[in-house]
């Protein structure tokens, strides 16, 4: 079991994780994006397996909510740059489909 100052240390590396990975996305990085997620997964599941049952108290607990915030504020920015570009990546796969079902059944010879 981790002690509270470790368990802050991880949620300061989820939060720089994060912070990068609304870097990558700003630019379209999403090779990079992805392999940040997968990083800031990793880091998620160490703080699940070890941060104490008991609950964190005045200055350390100010610090791991101030960091939770900036998470979740770069996390909504990220969504809201990448559902945006999600929906005009499945509608061109949609129609890429679409496209290749016409042609198979409509053949022009």
Known sequence: MMDSHEVLSLYESVA?????????ARVGNWEQLAELESRC????????????SAAMTGVVRERKV???????????????ITEPWMAR??????????DRNAAQTNPTS
């Open 16 to 24: 720089d994780i994060t912070r990068q990975m609304l870097d990558a």
């Open 41 to 52: 997964s990793t880091q998620v599941a160490m703080i699940k397996d070890g941060e104490p």
């Open 66 to 80: 101030k960091i939770i915030r900036k998470i979740l504020e770069d996390d909504r920015q990220i969504r809201d």
């Open 89 to 98: 990546l499945t509608t061109i796969m949609n129609n890429a489909s679409n």
